[in-house]
């Protein structure tokens, strides 16, 4: 294999590979790349954990076609350290590989291995219906609930997120079972059907890819077309493609979580409710992170206590006319909703003492998040 390629349009690829080559694995060539020549003007770069998997293509000028596998963090920090320009990459046996800086006599080498070592990458079935929609839109959905997905690995249905196209709403639903947060936005003029369980590691890559993508079309709104196709799904924009093997198993009930009504409802500053919650959880248990909001007239009164650091409290003003409150929470729990949200108020609904809240911005009702509540 010879070419060769700008190093801009290379660096940007190969950064985008660092999340998904597996640097760990025991199969070692997971932790690499694979440099494929594609048609006579191109380069395809690609990385899989054999359940992620991303390819992208840049132009390159090719004078000898192959393939060679090399290790993505050693490719990347030698791409960083060339000077701007092109940049020669020869692997004349398939395995060892030079860079090489034109006009320059920086080089590097690095030991690869053949390409056809490297794993084949999942494509969609011939026919296989697509989906499309604005990337900001996707971004916005993971941005507002990934937050709360579970980081417990062995519990494969909470360590995701939901994700469901309904019509013309398409909707991102996620819980790792002491809160939920659900984004619902609606796409005019686009009717589909889809549901996937989409897994979180895959879900940090694509916030990742759809905040770069829009970065790179700047006044533009790029699109991205999702397609479901036997166990994976495959999220398509410009050159990129990254797949993801979708999770069996069977998400909760989410409906069923959600109050269908609450009997008290504050409104609330949202920047001065998570100024005090941040403040007074500082003096909070360390085991639990629990918080007492105590809500009378118009202010909520916020409290905390520990038996080895003592006690904190605050007040923020509130608009409430309903009857004396008390209810305990987890500070991190709201302070994560508080911080996924952009809006100047938020509705707090609330029931009983042991009930769950539900939080909700004033200005918009796209978007919710339950909490549970604890005993303090």
Not at 120 to 138: F, H, I, K, N, Y
Not at 199 to 209: F, G, M, Y
Not at 221 to 250: M, R
């Amino acid at each position: 294999m010879e070419l060769s390629v700008a190093k801009k349009d290379l660096l940007k690829l190969v950064s985008r590979m660092q999340g998904v080559a597996e640097r760990k694995s025991t199969m070692p060539v997971l932790s690499n790349v694979l440099l494929a020549v594609d048609g006579p003007n191109a380069l395809r770069v690609s990385a899989t954990d054999l359940y992620l998997s991303i390819a992208g293509r840049v132009p390159a000028e090719v004078k000898r076609g192959g393939s060679v596998a090399v290790p993505a963090k050693d490719l990347l920090e030698r791409i960083r350290m060339m000077p701007e320009g092109p940049i020669q990459i020869v692997a004349p046996d398939g395995a060892s590989t030079s860079l090489k800086a034109s006009g320059s006599p920086r080089r590097y080498t690095l030991r690869g291995m053949p390409g056809d070592d490297f794993p084949p990458l999942p494509s969609p079935t011939e026919g296989a219906p697509a989906l499309s929609m604005a990337v900001d839109v996707l971004a916005t959905l993971m941005q507002k609930t990934y937050f709360s997905i579970s980081t417990d690995e062995t519990r494969a249905h909470l360590n995701s997120a939901l994700f469901e196209w309904d019509g013309d709403v398409v909707r991102m639903v996620t819980t790792d079972g002491h809160r939920l947060s659900m984004m619902e936005q609606k796409i005019p003029g686009k009717q589909a059907t889809a549901t996937m369980l989409i897994p979180l590691k895959a879900i940090l890559e694509l916030r990742r890819l759809c905040d770069e993508l829009a970065a790179e079309a700047k006044d533009q709104k790029p699109e991205i077309a999702i397609t479901q196709s036997g166990s994976s799904a495959f999220f398509q924009a410009s050159t990129t493609t990254f797949s993801v093997k979708l999770v069996d198993a069977q998400f909760p009930p989410y409906a069923q979580v959600i109050p269908q009504a609450t009997e008290k409802r504050v409104r609330i500053a949202r920047a001065p409710l998570a100024d005090a919650l941040r403040a007074v959880s500082i003096a909070a248990s360390e085991r639990t992170g629990g918080v007492k909001l105590a809500l009378s007239g118009n202010a909520m009164h916020i409290t905390s206590e520990s038996p080895e650091s003592g006690d904190g409290s605050d007040e923020v003003p509130i608009d409430y006319s309903g009857a004396p409150i008390t209810v305990g929470f987890n500070a991190k729990y709201f302070l994560d909703v508080l911080g996924a949200l952009d809006e100047d108020e938020v509705e707090l609904g609330l029931s009983g003492e042991l009930d769950p809240a539900v939080v909700r911005p004033v200005s918009e009702r796209k978007f919710l998040a339950v909490v549970m509540p604890m005993r303090i």
